[in-house]
């Protein structure tokens, strides 16, 4: 197995899942998992294919009560492809011990699978090859050659299109109403064609799958026909074949809704593209050509073979998910990507992950994900309103249209209990998104970025933010009430019935942190922009001056030397963690015992420890001063510590951020949780959950440690900074990024020097500061600069 390769031998059933995530093709328009074509959902296999932004609402009972979902949509199964020999069986799944080998070439963005088949004794060699063009985001093929190697006669192929498909991959969500699709018509318009015409019931999204399938090696059909159902549409081959000759079939979809550019008939789209596809190996040229594209733009090399084939792998999902097709489209970040049905498809925070990675290599990318943001701010201003603040709230989950989708009640799987869900309290999603903002700008230098949208989008949060905090006299200080931090386990106070927590202090300072950046942004802004945002918004300057006071007058908790995670968290019992060791969902576990987290000095995940991810140490002392706090050195060595011995590590996320805070002061503890969380997918290691879809925000996250964190990489003061770090497992570390006007730049990281090579363009001179070293690059040209 090579660095751009991912091989599975054999068939194994309880893996299954897994190997489909992971083996999951798209391109960003649309995904499919890689599942076998002639499978079924069985509680083995799980065909799916999700098109990004194509979602639709479904009303459940739970518990005696009505609730509504909306999920992202899984559409008719493009893939089903089977076949049998003489008057035998179709060939269908096999059995668990059935050999096979599947192979994800990653560099060109193509899945194999060859195997045998043994019927009635006869044996056939298959070779399958398949993907989804990211040449063309429409399309999509499968290749199927059949090899009889010890007989001959009549075979039977059959090419499906099946809209009997409904949302049912996860099976904590098999209680809820998980159909989503009427099937409008099928039929087929040429020799080999079908088509499958649908729409999504609630939200009326039309979406149209053609094929045409033929052999293009091998006898002619002696006869083709048609099958024509309700919500199911095949095209039927049958062929003489000889012993030893090979026979090639070749399906080739489009997929179209009506939620694309340019599109009148949605129907009429999809069949039309189907005649101007090519060949199979047509659309693979074309599309190893636009792969070979992209890993040029985002070029990373480690020098163990192991964690570079994971690291591929992780940069491979991530562009499938989020490629420069995305741009073009109005979504957001998928917390699992486009690879399952876990989270229902929702957009909660995982771009403050995954943004880092695109603001240097695809920012048209990063700024469409910010728009699926702005888009919906009307949904945040109303949400807003309706609890009385100014601004805009946005949503812990999102999904079409930006109204909060975080469900109200969740499943236990362990005490088979539905519980309150207060999730949506994680107001903190709202300073990610500015959070953002500041960062795409600031990598990019795209003033027009935040004149267009960007500013806004930041000052509506900061104005909710604001308001959100209410004086307190006794403190002399502001506070914020009743809100959740990253952490999920505490969702409030043992003795308190009211949900909420007061002062998270993850809130309360990236609040601050928000402030400071909405009064750059007006100070940034030229004087007509500035005024005439200020009247839209009407933003008046009182409100601009309780911004400045807020920024120097926040409540931030302490105790015991450290900043408690929110205020009363001192008075919380300690857990007796021995009794717990190994379990990674605490609240599971404790719910399931009639007991709760809440009572507890317990985290899933990093929630005080995410202000030293986001801020650098100057910057984070730099605010607590102005809070008129003193700041000590060892308080953030002190903090993690401290939080790291009470953390469960619930969340693949958790291994990022506790990677990223330790790279300074504990290199070996950081690269073992940047291996934790390299592993997390390829090996399923958060409790079985990669075969409901990957974890989009830590395989970028991953991406992130390697190239920001352990370079000390940042784009701030019209500058290139690196401050590397290197772990004792990393000798060099080379990648490329985009830098303002300049495309590939390369950075080769040595344990004693840095250089940055910036290829031949019409940009600037880039100026390259490593600690107190600075060199202006221009274009065709390098640097050299020493480390100590």
């Not at 099958?227 to 000759?245: P, Q």
């Not at 994971?310 to 998928?334: I, K, M, Y």
């Not at 903190?428 to 959070?435: E, F, M, S, T």
């Amino acid at each position: 197995m090579s660095r751009w390769t991912l091989i599975y031998d054999g068939a194994d059933p309880a893996q299954a899942g897994v190997r489909e995530a992971l083996c999951t093709l798209g391109n960003g328009y649309f995904s499919t998992r890689g599942a076998p074509p002639e499978s079924s959902p069985d509680g083995t296999h799980y065909p799916g294919t999700y098109v990004a932004g194509c979602y639709d609402r479904a009303m459940s009972t739970v518990d005696g009560r009505l609730v509504e979902n909306e999920d992202l949509v899984n559409v008719p199964n493009w893939l089903p492809l089977t076949f049998r020999t003489g008057d035998g069986d179709w060939f269908e799944q096999p059995d668990p011990g059935f050999p096979q080998r599947m192979e994800l070439d990653m560099r060109r963005g193509m899945l194999t699978r060859t195997f045998h088949v043994v019927n009635d004794g006869r044996t056939t060699r298959v070779t399958q090859r398949r993907l989804v063009s990211m040449d063309t985001p429409h399309l999509a093929a499968l290749e199927t050659t059949l090899v009889p190697e010890d007989w001959s006669g009549t075979i039977a192929i059959r090419s499906a299109l099946d809209g009997r498909v409904s949302n049912s991959g996860v099976d904590r969500y098999r209680d809820l109403n998980g159909r989503h699709l009427h099937v409008l018509g099928t039929g087929s318009n040429a020799p080999g064609g079908a088509w499958l015409r649908c729409r999504t019931l609630t939200s009326g999204v039309e979406v149209v799958l053609a094929s045409r399938t033929r052999i293009v090696q091998g006898p002619a059909p002696s006869s083709s026909e048609t099958l024509s159902h309700e919500d199911w549409v095949a095209t039927d081959l049958t062929l003489d074949l000889r012993i030893g000759e090979q026979t090639t079939v070749e399906k080739t979809v489009a997929l179209y809704s009506s939620r694309d550019h340019a599109v009148g008939n949605v129907l009429d789209a999809a069949c039309g593209a189907l005649p101007e596809a090519g060949g199979f190996d047509e659309l693979l040229s074309r599309h190893t050509t636009a792969w070979r594209h992209l890993w040029r733009s985002c070029s990373l090399n480690v020098g163990s073979e192991k964690e570079q084939r994971a690291l591929n792998l992780h940069l491979f999902h991530l562009l499938q998910t989020l490629s420069p097709h995305t741009s073009d489209l109005d979504v957001g970040v998928p917390a699992r990507g486009l690879h399952g049905e876990a989270y229902r498809g929702h957009v909660f925070w995982d771009e403050l992950f995954v943004l880092p990675f695109l603001n240097l290599r695809f920012p048209e990318t990063a700024r469409a994900l910010l728009r699926y943001r702005w888009r919906r701010l009307p949904q945040a201003r109303a949400a807003a309103r309706a609890v009385g603040l100014k601004g805009a709230l946005f949503p812990w989950q999102s999904g079409s249209d930006g109204r909060e989708e975080t469900q109200r009640t969740h499943l236990n799987p362990r005490s088979g209990r539905w519980l309150p869900d207060n999730s949506h309290l994680q107001r903190h999603v709202g300073l990610a998104i500015a959070y953002n903002v500041w960062q795409h700008y600031q990598a990019t230098d795209d003033l027009a970025f935040l004149s267009e949208f960007g500013a806004e989008l930041l000052l509506e949060i900061a104005r909710a933010f604001a308001d959100m905090a209410i004086y307190d006299r006794g403190l002399d200080r502001y506070v914020i009430r009743g809100v959740m931090g990253p952490d999920e386990y505490h969702d409030g106070y043992p003795d308190r019935e009211e949900p909420g927590l007061d002062d998270n202090a993850y809130t309360n300072v990236m609040a601050v942190w928000v402030l400071l950046r909405a009064l750059d942004i007006l100070r940034k802004l030229p004087g007509p922009l500035q005024r005439d945002l200020q009247e839209s918004l009407d933003l008046k300057a009182e409100e601009i001056e309780r911004f400045e006071t807020i920024t120097r007058k926040m409540h931030i908790p302490f105790h015991e030397g450290v900043i408690s995670q929110f205020a009363g968290y001192e008075e919380l019992e300690e857990l007796d963690w021995e009794a717990y060791r190994g379990i990674r969902r605490l609240d599971r576990y404790l719910e399931a015992e009639g007991d709760s987290c809440n009572r507890y000095r317990a985290s899933k995940q990093a929630d005080v420890l995410m202000l030293f991810f986001l801020l650098p140490a100057e910057e984070f002392a730099d605010i607590l001063r102005g809070l008129g706090y003193a700041y000590d050195p060892e308080l953030i060595p002190r903090t993690v510590d401290y939080y790291l011995a009470r953390t469960s590590h619930g969340s693949t996320l958790s291994s990022v951020v506790h990677s990223w805070v330790l790279s300074r002061t504990n290199r070996e503890v950081s690269w073992s949780f940047f291996c934790r969380a390299l592993s997390a997918d390829i090996e399923d290691s958060q409790d079985g959950t990669t075969a409901e879809g990957i974890h989009l925000g830590a395989m970028a996250g991953t991406v992130d440690l390697l190239t920001r964190c352990y370079t000390g990489l940042s784009t701030r003061d019209g500058a290139l900074h690196l401050s590397p770090l290197l772990p004792a497992e990393l000798d060099r570390l080379s990648y490329d990024l985009r830098y303002h006007d300049h495309w590939e730049v390369r950075v080769d990281v040595h344990r004693d020097n840095v250089r940055v090579t910036v290829p031949p363009s019409d940009g600037p001179p880039i100026e390259v500061r490593v600690k107190e070293n600075r060199a202006l690059v221009s274009s065709g040209s390098s640097c050299v600069l020493p480390l100590r």
